[in-house]
C-alpha cells in the first residue's frame, strides 16, 4: 500500500518550516497533515500554540483546486485538565479529519525538558503513563492515541522498567478500545529514540484485549521523515497478525489492508 502517515506537521505548527506543497510532490494519494494545539506551550515560551484555521482551510482549499481532494486535515491536540475548556472552545465549530491526542507536558515543564533527565525514571513513567490515562479518560473524541512513550524519550527504559506499569498501561488500552481509539506506532519514537520494544509490548496487550485500531504516523516536521521506517512498523504490525490500520475521513474509520 501507499504510505499513509498519519502523524505529520508543516510550517502551520511553529516547530516546521514545510510546506504542504512539498508533502503533496513525495507523496501518492491521501496526505494527513496534524498540527499542534498546545496551550501554555513550553515550546513556545509558554504561549499557547493554536493552528490558524482559517488559514489553513485556505491553504488546503487553493492547493485542492489543482490536485484534487488530497489533503486530510488534521490535529494534534496536547491535552492538559487545565486547557481542556480551551481545547473544546477551540474545536467548536471546526471541521477536521482526525483528531490525535497527546500529552506533552504536566503543566510545569515539557517532556523533552533537559529538567526530566534528573529525574528518577520510575518517577516519571509514574506520572507520565497517569496523565495519559486522564488525558483519554477527559477526551474520548480523540480518533489515535499518539506516542504513548513522549514522556520517556530522554530515557532509556527497559522493558522490564516499562511492564512493572502494566496496571495503568493497560487501563489505558482498555479504555482506549471501548471509546474507539486507534494505537499510534510513532516510527520516530521507535527507531530514533529506539523504544521499538516497548511499541511491541503495548501492540502485544492491545490485541489481547481485542484491540483493533492501529494507525502509523512519522511525526514528520519536513518531508525528508515522512513515512520513516514504515516497512518495519508495517512488518511489526503483521507479525502480531494486524493486517489492517484504521485511518481518518471526518473522523470517521475506515480499515485498510497493509
Ligand atoms: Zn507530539
Ligand atoms: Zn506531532
Not at 50 to 70: C, H, K, N, W
Not at 85 to 109: M, P, T, W
Not at 131 to 137: E, P, S, T
Not at 156 to 182: C, G, P, S, Y
Request: proline content about 2%; some cysteine; overall charge negative.
Amino acid at each position: 500500500m501507499k504510505r499513509y502517515d498519519q502523524h505529520m506537521h508543516t510550517h502551520f505548527s511553529p516547530d516546521s518550516e514545510e510546506t504542504l506543497a512539498n508533502y503533496l510532490k513525495i507523496s501518492q494519494g491521501t496526505l494527513v497533515t496534524t498540527e499542534h494545539l498546545d496551550f501554555h506551550d513550553f515550546y513556545n515560551n509558554e504561549q499557547d500554540t493554536v493552528l490558524d484555521y482559517d488559514a489553513y482551510s485556505a491553504t488546503i482549499a487553493q492547493l485542492e483546486a489543482t490536485s484534487g481532494r488530497r489533503i486530510r486535515k488534521g490535529l494534534e491536540v496536547g491535552f492538559t485538565v487545565e486547557s481542556k475548556e480551551k481545547i473544546l472552545a477551540y474545536l467548536e465549530g471546526k471541521e477536521f479529519d482526525v483528531l490525535l491526542l497527546s500529552v506533552h507536558q504536566n503543566g510545569r515543564y515539557d517532556y523533552l525538558q533537559p529538567v526530566v533527565k534528573k529525574k528518577e525514571v520510575r518517577q516519571v513513567m509514574h506520572e507520565y503513563f497517569g496523565l495519559l490515562l486522564i488525558a483519554i479518560q477527559h477526551f474520548p473524541q480523540a480518533n489515535i492515541l499518539s506516542h504513548f512513550d513522549y514522556g520517556i524519550r530522554l530515557f532509556d527504559v527497559t522493558l522490564e522498567e516499562f511492564q512493572k506499569h502494566k496496571t495503568v498501561l493497560t487501563a489505558i488500552l482498555k479504555r482506549m478500545k471501548t471509546n474507539k481509539i486507534a494505537l499510534e506506532l510513532n516510527t520516530r519514537s521507535m527507531y530514533e529514540y529506539g523504544n521499538v520494544a516497548l511499541y511491541e509490548q503495548m501492540i502485544e496487550w492491545y490485541v489481547t484485549m481485542g484491540g483493533q485500531r492501529f494507525s502509523i504516523g512519522s511525526d514528520a516536521h519536513s518531508v525528508a521523515h515522512y513515512g520513516f521506517h514504515f516497512k518495519d512498523a508495517i512488518a511489526l504490525l503483521k507479525k502480531h497478525c494486524v493486517t489492517k490500520i484504521a485511518v481518518y475521513d471526518q473522523q470517521h474509520a475506515i480499515f485498510k489492508p497493509i
